[in-house]
């Protein structure tokens, strides 16, 4: 079931993303054409507070021409690891650190195309630091129980794929008693 890539042609090459038109064989040896957007990765963070609340950013979502409500993520920047990655972000999108960290697991949000991966992490408030926003993010926080969240993504307000996958193994893990 592999396809083996023959040749690699690069369409489009920018900041976040690059977009090549490959030529692949595939099992019966027939020649196809892919499309693949090349993407850094990134992670989610699953960031839960004293009171069992969960850290929540609300921000416009340009591709999606909608504001999102959905834990908060970010890039992997180039030699970064994820777990640094989530460290890193959740500091400067709610201003907390995080502490006992758990990893939840690895997604592809869309493998039919896109290789990005974004690697899920559940993490306890820690110690406030004070919010860094990148100079284009305008971010406002919130936060919310397991079943206030579980009943948006029911009720079709939260459409975003990791927060919906997050919000599956938190509660899962929290029943299994891992986290």
């Known amino acids: 079931m592999e396809e083996k890539t023959l040749a690699k042609s690069y369409v489009y090459e920018g900041n ?18 892919r499309v693949v957007v090349e993407h850094p990765g990134g992670v989610g963070i699953a960031l839960e ?31 970064e690891d994820d777990l640094n990655t ?56 919130y936060k919310y129980t397991l079943d206030e969240i579980t009943d948006m993504i029911v009720k079709g307000e939260i459409h975003d794929a990791k927060t919906i996958g997050m919000t599956f193994l938190v509660k899962e893990n929290k029943r299994r008693g891992i986290i």
Do not use: C
């Not at 976040?16 to 054409?33: F, H, P, S, T």
């Not at 069992?52 to 950013?57: A, L, P, Y």
């Not at 110690?127 to 305008?138: I, P």
């Open 16 to 33: 976040v993303v690059n977009l090549r038109e490959d030529k692949a064989q595939i099992d019966d040896g027939q020649i196809v054409d």
């Open 49 to 79: 507070d004293e009171d069992g609340k969960f850290f929540f950013v609300k921000q416009y979502r340009y591709a999606q021409s909608e504001v999102t409500l959905e834990y908060p993520a970010g890039k992997r920047e180039a030699g």
């Open 86 to 141: 989530a460290k890193r972000e959740i500091v400067e999108e709610v201003g907390y650190e995080g502490t006992e960290w758990k990893y939840l697991g690895l997604m592809y949000p869309t493998p039919a195309y896109d290789s990005e991966t974004i690697g899920m992490y559940y993490a306890k408030k820690g110690a406030y630091k004070g919010q860094h926003l990148d100079s284009d993010e305008n971010i406002n926080v």
